[in-house]
């Protein structure tokens, strides 16, 4: 029997980061009192003039480039006509015509293998106000009115909700890292509708759409179940309609709004109150040197520096502790995210701050790991000291002397300790030299132990070789 086959697009609502709306000097800010971040021009009164956000088009043309998109050198704003309490003016301006990117794509990895998300366009428009609907009543908040949005449009590429999921991961990813959207799905400056089809033939199923989908996770499960509520229509006679529904977290299947009995008559034309705008190739240039290393470049560093694959991905996670390793160039990568990713961290959630808010510097990060990577302190010694690393001005040195923390380097003393150690343990070093490497590591945290940690892991290293090879 013939499967149906699912075709995806998605439609991705993304506010830039901002001080400002995209027409208006309104601060665009998300957490505050309703319906005071506003002015006459975000109410639509009569008689205001916009005023172009000149940084949202910036930002708006760093992603199209990031998206490997055809920029339009110049392009002008449309009036995208229709009537909704949330809309005071009757129309949003948008780009309906010259949109500033085309023809893009996004690479994402689904089994080992790379597949291109075709971008049809990325368009620069304005938020609406907000609607809150509370029993038999509805709130609208305008400071969300003229918020910077832009909107990407994929080609209908997905074929899965993995592949949907894939897309929506590393969009979100470049987005952020680039620093055009915080990308707060919970706080819907990142937003999703999903046009579904399914088909067992070549030509393609009505699609649906499904609005304003919450996470990346749920857009995976409304794909499935759109899906599946599409199959067991057609299964049982019936025939799909156009139809704009929503996704139900709680029962886990999507719900109807309207249906789209014709097609939406915007009546699109220019807007008359903004010129034209024309992006010049030294304007585009200093845009594109303005973007920072992205994800990928920065795995690639990180594998360079032999950095496992599973931290290399807690890394990207944790743009802070990404960001922090690009300092850093001649130390071991490796040491250095370990500690990042292990204790400092540990110790940064305990106490609620972020590693910006710490007293640890470039150079006495730099220190700390330059003496574990040639053994010169043993890591319960970072350990120890670590509190006084993250919040005190002082250097290493100064807080290893101010915790009275010695390092036994005196090969006599340690040499007494290895040799009683090695009396104690005869079979260990029979195994040893039977080629089970892993014993030395035992050996090794028995002296330690010996020692309270406070040998020279390297000195200890060293006289342990030389003493197991004479015996």
Do not use: W
Not at 290 to 308: A, C, G, L, V
Not at 385 to 391: C, P, Q, S, V
Request: proline share 3%; hydrophobic share 35%; glycine share 4%.
């Amino acid at each position: 029997m013939t499967e149906y086959k699912k075709t995806i697009g998605i439609e991705v609502h993304c506010e830039l980061k901002t001080n400002t709306k995209m027409f208006s000097t309104s601060l665009n800010g998300y957490q505050t009192i309703a319906n005071k971040n506003i002015c006459a021009i975000d109410l639509g009164y009569p008689g205001t003039l916009p005023i172009v956000n000149k940084y949202a088009v910036e930002l708006a043309l760093k992603a199209a480039i990031l998206l490997n998109c055809k920029i339009n050198r110049t392009m002008h704003f449309d009036r995208k006509n229709y009537f909704y309490p949330d809309l005071p003016k009757g129309y949003q301006i948008t780009q309906a015509r010259t949109p500033i990117g085309v023809n893009g794509y996004v690479e994402i990895e689904i089994d080992g293998k790379t597949k291109k998300i075709g971008i049809h366009d990325i368009h620069i428009e304005e938020d609406t106000a907000k609607s809150i609907h509370k029993e038999d009543k509805s709130y609208l908040d305008f400071n969300r009115a003229g918020v910077p949005l832009i909107e990407i449009v994929t080609e209908p590429d997905m074929k899965s909700s993995s592949e949907a999921m894939a897309y929506l991961e590393k969009l979100k990813e470049i987005l952020y890292y680039a620093d055009i959207s915080d990308c707060k799905m919970e706080e819907g400056s990142m937003r999703c509708d999903v046009n579904v089809s399914i088909s067992k033939t070549e030509k393609l199923g009505v699609r649906t759409e499904t609005k304003n989908i919450g996470s990346i996770s749920s857009v995976g499960l409304a794909i499935n179940e759109e899906a599946k509520r599409q199959e067991e229509v057609l299964e049982n006679g019936g025939s799909i309609k156009e139809e704009t529904r929503r996704y139900s977290e709680l029962e886990n299947k999507t719900i109807l709004m309207r249906v789209k009995e014709t097609g939406n008559d915007y009546r699109y034309f220019p807007e008359a109150d903004i010129p034209y705008l024309t992006l010049t190739e030294e304007y585009i240039e200093k845009v594109k040197n303005d973007i920072p290393i992205m994800p990928n470049e920065r795995r690639k560093i990180y594998k360079k520096h032999e950095i496992s694959e599973i931290n290399i991905e807690k890394i990207i996670q944790d743009k802070t502790i990404s960001d922090y390793l690009l300092n850093f160039d001649d130390i071991n990568l490796k040491i250095a995210s370990n500690l990042l990713l292990g204790d400092i961290k540990a110790y940064l959630n305990k106490e609620n701050k972020k590693l910006s808010d710490t007293k640890l510097t470039i150079e006495k990060f730099k220190t700390v790991v330059n003496k574990l990577d040639k053994g010169e302190i043993p890591n319960k010694v970072f350990k120890d000291i670590l509190a006084n690393l993250l919040e005190t001005e002082k250097t290493f040195d100064e807080i290893v002397k101010d915790n009275n923390i010695e390092t036994i380097s005196d090969t006599k003393a340690l040499l007494e300790i290895v040799n009683n150690i090695l009396n104690n343990n005869e079979p260990s070093i029979i195994e040893y030299k039977n080629g089970h490497d892993r014993i030395l590591k035992f050996l090794m945290g028995q002296i330690m132990k010996e020692t309270k940690g406070s040998a020279n892991p390297s000195l200890v290293n060293k006289i342990l070789l030389e003493e197991i090879s004479k015996r």
